[in-house]
């Protein structure tokens, strides 16, 4: 069986994701989509350069909807990273009207051509553009993610581990909620050194947990105002998210995946598979980041919805 991948968006993210793909040899066939042609053409021909001296073959296809039918993932990485040049309230929303109606024509197009695998949507604002992404496909809600929160756990591992000089690795717990200002960081769920990190900080003046998960936060606008972009590191997470689905892993990930309770997508662990989140999971949570996450949830559901309504209207 082949293992064919769709990347949507060919800028900054999906160039850097691809070549992730192909260079890891994770993929027998990628279908590159993109409006710009120019650009689509210079990434393929690209891409097609480097194979001759890596060790896998990948099958490139351009600018083909028809291709993904039978894709085992898509990835959207759509957007125009330019209007968040000037975005001093580093709000994620400032790409909503262009993201939306990008969601709103691709969404259409991939249930047109019968897409049936899992899509992972980088898109920002993420949780909302990934619940776009399931009303428009009308792809069941288990097929559809957010890579979410996977990139601030990673940045909040990256703290952690930093702070007490250990690898990332060896820090476990999760960033909870929207991939945005109203996430926090579920200090409850972090362990590390053998123990919650609330235990360690109790006893270490110098562990200070509101400076790490400010610095979560914000770590996403500390790359971006150096290049005016952003992309190892959610290329990183978006590979981790496709490898999950093509070896139907059964990994625990936190991404942005629908929760019954809030009636929303918003950052979360789930168990991921073949057929995208394969198992929900329910995490003991304080009352404190049982609210914080409620109010992160209302928020992206309320977006979510005055989009919808925007969106039929036009
Ligand atoms: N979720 C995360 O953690 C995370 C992290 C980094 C970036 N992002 C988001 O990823 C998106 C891409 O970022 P970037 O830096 O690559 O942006 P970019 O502007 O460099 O590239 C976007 C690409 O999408 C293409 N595009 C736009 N509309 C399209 C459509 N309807 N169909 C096909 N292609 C279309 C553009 O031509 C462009 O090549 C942005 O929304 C960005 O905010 C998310």
């Known amino acids: ?158 703290a952690v581990g930093q702070a007490l000089d250990v690898d990332p690795r060896s820090v476990t717990g999760y960033a909870l909620g929207e991939h945005g200002n109203s996430q926090f960081a579920a200090w409850s769920q972090v362990r590390v050194l053998g123990q919650n990190i609330t235990d360690l900080a109790a006893v270490n003046d110098d562990l200070n947990l509101d400076s790490l998960a400010e610095a979560t936060k914000a770590g996403g606008y500390t790359v971006f105002h150096g290049k005016l972009y952003t992309n190892f590191g959610i290329a990183a997470a978006a590979l981790r998210l496709v490898t999950a689905i093509l070896n139907d892993a059964n990994i625990e990930l936190p991404c942005s995946n629908f929760r019954e309770e809030y009636g929303t997508y918003c950052g979360y662990p789930a168990i991921l598979g073949k057929g995208g989140v394969v198992k929900q999971l329910q995490l003991n949570l304080t009352d404190d980041e049982k609210k914080k996450l409620a109010e992160s949830a209302n928020y992206i559901k309320t977006r979510f919805d005055d989009t919808v309504k925007k969106l039929d209207a036009e």
């Open 1 to 158: 069986m082949t293992r064919k991948v769709g990347v949507v968006g060919q800028g900054h993210v999906g160039e850097t994701l691809a070549n992730n793909l192909l260079v890891t040899g994770t993929v027998d066939e990628l279908v590159l989509i993109d409006t710009n042609e120019k650009k689509l053409n210079a990434n393929a021909t690209d891409f097609e350069d480097a194979e001759a001296n890596l060790p896998t073959y990948t099958k490139v296809v351009r600018n083909d909807y028809n291709a993904l039918k039978d894709a085992d993932v898509v990835v959207i990485a759509v957007g125009n990273i330019g209007v968040q040049k000037d975005n001093a309230k580093h709000d994620r929303f400032v790409e909503l009207n262009v993201n939306s109606t990008a969601a709103k024509e691709v969404g259409t197009k991939l249930k047109e051509v019968g897409f049936n695998g899992v899509l992972v949507s980088i898109s920002n604002p993420c949780d909302v553009i990934a619940a776009l992404f399931q009303k428009y496909t009308g792809l069941p809600k288990n097929q559809v993610i957010g890579t979410g929160t996977l990139l601030d756990t990673a940045r909040l591992r990256k």
